[in-house]
């Protein structure tokens, strides 16, 4: 078998650094350039920097989407894709009942972060294929 390579796409990680870098300028000059009163009437001024810097993070996710499927496609054997997509499904299952549960906000903001984790490796397991076994009969 011949050995993956991790492959980093250039320009999707150049992306990031620049929507970061952007993000980050952007909120040191809002309030330099705009008054406060100017920020609260216009929620666009306010708002620049956090859509750089989410549209960066979406970016970034995207960018370990395409390595994790390019590295770990039809290199999982099936029975182990399996139980690692049920385990996914089971975190984001627990993450459900532990938010609507009414008793504990411990167990409410373990549940969120549990849900959401599992959502996005959910995601992420989801553009894995398993490893292709040939049936002879």
């Given at each position: 078998m011949k050995e993956r390579q991790i492959v980093l796409p250039k320009p999707l990680l150049g992306s990031i650094v620049l929507l970061l870098v952007l993000g980050y300028v952007a909120h040191l000059l809002t309030p330099r350039m705009f008054t406060e009163q100017q920020i609260a009437n216009n929620v666009l001024l306010a708002a620049i920097p956090f859509i750089l810097i989410f549209v960066a993070i979406v970016l970034a996710f995207v960018t370990l989407i395409v390595v994790a499927s390019t590295y770990l496609s039809?290199?999982?054997?099936?029975?182990?894709?399996?139980?690692?997509?049920?385990?996914?499904?089971a975190g984001i299952l627990a993450g459900i009942v532990a938010m609507f549960q009414p008793w504990s906000l411990a167990?409410?903001?373990?549940?969120?972060?549990?849900?959401?984790?599992?959502?996005?490796?959910?995601i992420l397991w989801s553009h894995i294929s398993p490893m292709i076994t040939e049936e002879i009969g």
């Open positions: 039809h290199a999982v054997p099936e029975s182990i894709y399996r139980v690692v997509e049920y385990a996914a499904m167990l409410y903001r373990l549940g969120f972060l549990l849900l959401f984790m599992a959502t996005l490796f959910y």
